[in-house]
């Protein structure tokens, strides 16, 4: 069965740590990993990855996918207030790029 | 903001009854999926349009079902309304083009209550 896993669950930190988010998959005939942010409602969009090793940068997020061990992180730098969120992984599979989102990370950054 | 546009943004129904939700894809994209998002949960695909077409389902049963207009816009319809039909729907808007990968950009959702 297809999944994707994101650790941890949750996490609390104060404004200025770094955190690292993981999201591991197991999904047949993947084409990319995408992370998106979700503060209320609509699923913001943030990096799509294809290629292993290579590491995609916006600001202070960034994020790398390992094909080989079927895994990908994001890692956010001197955190924000502003950065609390719900962060989903997702895996496109197929044709169709149908997204397999993991349970989401729920993230909150304290002042 | 993305461009994606839903409408309505809540809706509260009863048990039975039949719903049609509503999406707006951005400027230039011809793909349209749509997702349930359950409580605490990750969204799930329901099916994805493409030029008109279902082109891939979900694990949702028949009284689920779309379409996608000649404007790339896009209608999901839930017949027989049940109770754990309540979830944040949202649909995607993407530009697919053959072999390639994607971006896919959400909207803001419709809230929908079922009682």
């Known amino acids: 069965e297809d999944k994707v896993v994101q650790s941890p669950l949750s996490l609390v930190v104060h404004e200025g740590d770094t955190v690292t988010l993981n999201c591991s998959y197991e999904v047949t005939n993947f084409r990319s990993l995408l992370w998106y942010k979700q503060e209320k409602k609509a699923p913001t969009f943030l990096f799509m990855l294809?290629?292993?090793?290579i590491e995609k940068k916006s600001g202070r997020l960034s994020s790398i996918l390992d094909k080989k061990e079927l895994f990908s992180i994001l890692n956010i730098t001197a955190t924000q207030t502003g950065d609390s969120a719900v962060y989903l992984c997702a895996a496109a599979q197929g044709n169709t790029g149908k997204l397999i989102f993991g349970q989401g990370t729920t993230l909150q950054v304290k002042p | 903001e993305t461009g994606v546009t839903q409408s309505p943004t809540h809706l509260i129904k009863t048990r039975g009854q039949q719903v049609t939700l509503r999406c707006s894809s951005q400027?230039?994209?011809?793909?349209v999926s749509w997702y349930q998002q359950a409580l605490g949960q990750g969204p799930q695909f329901i099916f994805q349009?493409?030029?008109?077409?279902?082109?891939g389902r979900g694990n949702f049963p028949p009284r689920f079902s779309g379409l996608q207009f000649p404007n790339y816009s896009s209608e999901l319809n839930v017949n027989a309304l049940e109770l754990d039909d309540s979830a944040l729907y949202l649909c995607a808007s993407s530009q697919q083009l053959s072999g390639g990968n994607y971006e896919q950009y959400f909207g803001p959702g419709t809230r929908l209550t079922v009682t």
């Open positions: 349009y493409y030029r008109e077409e279902e082109n």
């Open positions: 294809t290629s292993s090793g």
């Open positions: 400027s230039g994209h011809n793909t």
